[in-house]
């Protein structure tokens, strides 16, 4: 689906009076527009070529997809990849996941393209419509706007994951429920697939802030600084999480640990006193004719007071040892 929004002039926020992107590339110079493909195939790729020339690895990258957040100068435009952080069921059993937007920015246009619907755009585009932006309609500021809905996409993520690392914590330490890892293990996986998607945005946006003045303006850098600010944080979220997280299944293993240790200690304590018991029992159990005390009638009773005066003898001592 191809939409064409008006940056400037009466109708800014509505629909541009260009049907194609070539049309809109003829008038980009005296009007600038945001051009969006939602799903875009080979078809909508050769018409942006026609239109702007566009640098046909971008152009490859778009059809690609899976990309990883970076900014690529080519000329007189940039093509910028970022990825958004969406509810997804996996079969992997993870419950979220990242999808891909891509640019290309112009002076006098932007074009974004993603796949499979994007929260994030549809945001844009009412902010877009209803004139809710930071500043007046430009190509650069309109990318700052839609970087900055991407970064507070990641918020309530960082939220969530955040109370189900605490239910992991609880599960940790409550002796009456065995403790499952599988929970941990997903989130786990999700704050490497949420760190692989923020981290390299700081990339892309010190690369903005350095990059050329005609396709970013100065003016914008303060509003691209405040969302640099915003990826820093996250990133600095996710490794205080994934830290936290490691120190609840090194503390599992711990207790795991512990719990084998005191098995094992009181198997010890078992094995120790019957090898005792079975010592005289074997002594005295043995068909020789000439032994001692084979004849004595209390025989029996002596040699089970023996055993459980050894008994008590080693349990004693490994009370005092505290091994028990």
């Known amino acids: 689906m191809l939409t064409i929004t008006a940056l400037t002039g009466p109708g800014v926020g509505g629909p541009a009076p260009f049907a194609t992107p070539e049309e809109a590339a003829a008038g980009a110079a005296s009007a600038p527009v945001w051009i969006d493909i939602r799903d875009p195939d080979q078809a909508d790729l050769d018409a942006l070529d026609r239109a702007f020339a566009f640098h046909p690895l971008a152009l490859e990258d778009v059809l690609k997809q899976h990309q990883r957040p970076k900014v690529d100068v080519y000329g007189d435009h940039l093509f910028v990849a970022v990825r958004y952080w969406e509810a997804a069921d996996r079969a992997d059993g993870l419950r979220e996941s990242t999808r891909e937007i891509d640019i290309f920015l112009r002076a006098d246009a932007i074009v974004t393209l ?125 490794d205080l999480h994934r830290d936290i997280l490691s120190g609840a299944l090194d ?20 094995s120790t006193v019957l090898m005792s018991a079975s010592l005289i029992a074997g002594i005295y159990g043995m068909n020789f004719q000439h032994m001692p005390e084979l004849a004595q009638p209390y025989g029996y009773p002596a040699a089970l007071s023996a055993m459980v005066v050894v008994a008590l003898c080693l349990l004693a001592v490994f009370r005092r040892l505290r091994f028990m």
């Open 114 to 238: 993603s796949y499979d619907g994007c929260a994030p755009l549809r945001e844009l585009a009412g902010r877009v419509r209803n004139r809710r932006t930071v500043a007046k309609l430009t190509p650069g500021v309109l990318l700052y706007e839609l970087l900055d809905a991407v970064m507070d996409g990641y918020f309530p993520v960082l939220d969530a994951l955040d109370s189900r690392i605490d239910a992991v914590e609880d599960a940790v330490f409550d002796d009456a429920v065995a403790f499952d890892p599988k929970p941990a293990l997903h989130l786990k996986k999700e704050l490497l697939v949420l760190r692989q998607a923020v981290s390299p945005l700081r990339d892309v946006l010190n690369e903005l802030l350095r990059g050329r003045d005609d396709l970013v303006p100065e003016p914008v850098h303060v509003f691209l600084q405040d969302v640099y600010d915003h990826a820093l944080r996250l990133t600095e979220q996710i």
């Open 251 to 270: 503390a599992a293993v711990a207790q795991a640990g512990n719990r084998m240790n005191q098995v094992m200690k009181t198997l010890t304590v078992v």
